[in-house]
């Protein structure tokens, strides 16, 4: 009887997880559908060497947010995978669990705390 609700906390909490997830993805694409209108004017006539240099730079910014934000998405996505998989939660390099404070923190994860420190070394 114990055993079930232990299956049960783990159901939940994966279910939690989930819809973490998914509130997390509808974030990240709204910012993506939102920054995507971003058009930068280099036309030389009405604005100075600066202003050109200005909006270069705030056009590398914002394609470097789009980047970011796609990276962000596939990981959700991923760890969305991994649940529906039952591999969630657990690390890809040494297959041991991934802490829950870890998970908590961010929820897309895929290394335990030991791995993840052994690849940035």
Excluded at 29 to 54: F, I, K, P, Y
Excluded at 86 to 112: H, K, Q, S
């Amino acid at each position: 009887m114990e055993m079930l609700f232990i299956n049960q906390m783990n159901i939940v909490q994966l279910e939690n997880y989930r819809q973490r997830l998914f509130l997390l993805k509808q974030e990240v694409e709204q910012s993506l559908t939102e920054d995507s209108h971003h058009v930068v004017e280099l036309d030389q006539s009405r604005m100075g060497r600066l202003s050109r240099m200005d909006a270069l730079q705030d056009q590398q910014l914002a394609i470097e947010v789009q980047r970011r934000l796609k990276r962000k998405l596939q990981a959700i996505e991923g760890a969305l995978n991994r649940i529906n998989d039952d591999d969630f939660g657990f690390c890809y390099l040494c297959d041991e669990a991934i802490t829950e404070a870890r998970l908590t923190f961010d929820p897309t994860v895929t290394r335990c705390l030991q791995c993840a420190d052994k690849i940035s070394d």
